[in-house]
């Protein structure tokens, strides 16, 4: 168990730069408090313990602002930065030298039942505010760019970015596709504009067939005018 917490604090010292001291680390990093705390929880859901395991899971979220459900799988040197507003879903399932920031989700979608959360395998780094949402997997050596949402399976070894996620490289080479996520398209301001373009193209016939119109009553009334 020892050689354990000695691992979580080794890992807060390689990834953080702002470490300074174990005793800091241990009495003021919620993200190692949630992790110990979800090991305590977890013990105790294993063991059928369900209401003990959802109550310190519930009191962890209170005091570090990190909602990890007991039924959750962490594997090893898990490490959540700053951790504020991050969800880990009951049947996600994390490998080793994992690395989460803040607002993080790992999410089902609500569709789904048994295996409805993702799995992240070994060495995922996961930025800012991203949700990953689903039974998908996450493949080793991935990165997940802040703010993504990401609905599909990725790869080993890929970067995703933007909504909805897309790779945008795989085994160290860039995919060759547009995936601009600044300017995604939007289909709601399409739907608009295609409904735009018809309404023009409506008043257009509209307007041909006014037109239509008059030159028939013109051509009526000379008709009368000569008679």
């Known amino acids: 168990m020892f050689k354990r917490l000695r ?20 009495l003021t990093y919620s993200g190692i408090h949630a992790i110990w ?9 294993k063991k059928r313990f369900f209401f003990i395991a959802r109550a310190i899971s519930q009191i962890s979220r209170f005091f570090t602002g ?12 898990f490490f959540i930065d700053h951790g504020m507003g991050v969800v880990i879903g009951e049947t996600c399932e994390i490998g080793d030298d994992v690395t989460i920031y803040q607002g993080v989700t790992l999410g089902g979608t609500g ?30 050596n991935s990165k997940i760019g802040a703010g993504s949402v990401v609905l599909n399976d ?7 970015v933007g909504i909805p996620g897309k790779v945008v490289r795989q085994n160290g080479m860039k995919v060759p596709r547009d995936l601009n996520h600044r300017d995604l398209p939007d289909p709601v301001e399409e739907k608009y504009q295609a409904m735009e373009a018809e309404i023009q193209e409506l ?18 009334q000379r008709d009368a005018e000569g008679f």
């Open 154 to 160: 990725v790869p080993p070894n890929s970067t995703v």
């Open 7 to 26: 691992e979580d604090i080794a890992v807060v010292f390689d990834q953080d730069p702002a470490a300074r001291h174990w005793l800091e680390i241990v």
């Open 37 to 45: 705390a979800h090991r305590i929880a977890h013990w105790f859901y």
């Open 203 to 220: 008043k257009a016939e509209i307007n041909e067939l006014k037109r239509t119109i008059n030159l028939l009553k013109d051509g009526e």
């Open 111 to 140: 569709k789904e039942k048994g295996k409805r959360h993702p799995t992240v395998k070994n060495n995922v780094l996961i930025a800012s505010g991203a949700k990953v949402l689903g039974s998908i997997t996450i493949g080793e």
């Open 66 to 77: 990190i909602e990890i459900h007991p039924g959750a799988k962490i594997g090893r040197r």
